[in-house]
């Protein structure tokens, strides 16, 4: 789990580890392969596996990072299954950010040194032992946070605040309503909800989890729920912003939910995910319910409504600057103790599919972690720690599912 504070002697320890990672770096260095999940095409958690791969070593920009934690999104679950627009070739390494040490710089990088820790952005191939970025991508960690909560905090925090306080607008007095509440984003948008005097957070999630997030949101409501009557039932005007993260026909209800000036956010599509490989009718369905919305009706209600996507502000519309003035607000609300990700559990490389199993299941609250250095439970080491190539056809059927009759492993 992640390191919860400044223990006596970790800042020494944290020296020893960059003096050794400075003076070793080498060695390790040298090994010519690394550990990485691949995912060998698009489909099921059979198209997971542990291999080997080359070293990658930085060029230009880069920022080499000896990895040793890395976020399980739900978007790496809609990769996947190529549940995604334009999803690129498999086989590839999966993953959109991670936390680390940099072991090397690329020749015109600049900002870090070597055995600096750090998190960082990655488009795609978060998911091995060592990863290349660009410096515009990667962000010095404070020595109090652990490497687990540093892999859980760029993609949640950051999808929350910009969507909050850049999109919405986000002030005193204000009412919130945010899907999957227990989830990675959903902890985060109630974090620095909490952060402004008097807001009120609405928040649908399955109600296993309501004991253990009632703290953190104002309204809980259980997601079979009709929560448009039930926000209603409190505030009958509805609410101020509504971040939906389900697609479909919870446009229409949560643009009808918005109160005069209120903001609408689309940032995801989870209802396209139903089973474990993609279904097309569920997709067709998903898109088929959006309300098609005519922006004479917004004028006419005083309505905003927006999206919200990350990885393309990042990766294809080059906002790495305004990412960063948000991470470093983000860093020093947490520097205040205002902000902590929540993590969920953490698991080794080769527990993927079980840890995917564990969003598919809707049984996590908070962020999942794949932990480097976590060696996997003997139950799970006979199943996905496979050292075959990359690219290997493999049988998929719809709904194939071998792994979800196992209790996952939970720390
Ligand atoms: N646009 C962006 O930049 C951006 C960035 C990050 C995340 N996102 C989106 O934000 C959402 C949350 O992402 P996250 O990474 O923090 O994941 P997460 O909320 O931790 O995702 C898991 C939870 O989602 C809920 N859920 C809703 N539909 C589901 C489905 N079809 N299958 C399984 N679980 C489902 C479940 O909670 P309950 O059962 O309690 O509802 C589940 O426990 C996702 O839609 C993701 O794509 C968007």
């Known amino acids: 789990m992640a390191n919860d504070g400044v223990e006596k002697g970790e800042e020494t320890e944290q020296m020893i580890e960059k003096e050794a990672v400075q003076e070793a770096g080498g060695a390790r260095g040298d090994a010519k392969e690394i550990r990485a999940v691949v995912l060998s095409g698009y489909g099921g958690l059979n198209k997971l596996r542990v291999t080997k791969k080359a070293m990658p070593e930085p060029q230009g920009r880069d920022i080499k990072i000896r990895v040793k934690a890395c976020g399980l999104n739900f978007i790496d ?107 990675g984003v959903g902890q985060a948008v109630a974090q620095l909800c909490s952060t402004i005097p008097d807001v009120t957070v609405f928040g649908t999630a399955s109600s296993f989890k309501h004991e253990a997030i009632k703290d953190s949101i104002t309204h809980l409501i259980d997601r079979n729920a009709d929560y448009v009557q039930e926000v209603k039932k409190v ?107 929540l993590v969920d559990s953490l698991w080794a490389l080769e527990e993927v599919k079980e840890a995917m199993q564990r969003i598919h299941d809707r049984g996590n609250i908070g962020k999942l972690i794949l932990d480097v250095e976590k060696t996997p439970t003997p139950l799970m080491a006979n199943d996905s720690t496979e050292t075959s190539e990359a690219g290997e056809e493999e049988e998929e059927h719809e709904g194939d599912n071998g792994s979800k009759e196992r209790t996952p492993f939970i720390q």
């Open 235 to 341: 505030s009958p005007d509805g609410v101020d912003i509504v971040l939906d993260c389900l697609c479909g026909e919870n446009t229409g209800k949560g643009l009808g939910l918005l109160k005069p000036l209120g903001t609408y956010i689309l940032y995801g599509s989870s209802n396209m995910v139903t089973g474990e490989t993609k279904s097309f009718f569920s997709f067709a369905k998903s898109w088929w319910q959006v309300e098609k919305v005519n922006p004479i009706k917004l004028y006419e209600e005083n309505k905003v409504m927006a999206g919200f996507s990350l990885l393309n502000l990042l990766f294809k519309q080059s906002r790495s600057d305004q990412v960063r003035a948000v991470m470093d607000k983000l860093l020093a609300l947490y520097s205040q103790k205002k902000i902590k990700p």
């Open 77 to 183: 679950l809609m990769v996947r299954q190529g549940n995604i627009d334009n999803p690129p070739k498999t086989p590839l390494v999966p993953g959109f950010e991670c936390s680390g040490i940099v072991e090397g710089l690329g020749d015109t990088a600049k900002g870090f040194e070597i055995g600096d820790r750090v998190m960082a952005f990655v488009n795609y191939s978060s998911w091995g032992e060592v990863v290349c970025t660009p410096m515009e991508f990667v962000y010095k960690i404070p020595d109090d946070m652990g490497y687990p909560e540093a892999a859980a905090f760029p993609m949640n925090f950051v999808t929350a605040y910009m969507m909050l306080f850049e999109v919405a607008n986000l002030r005193e007095g204000m009412s919130v309503l945010v899907h999957s509440a227990g989830g």
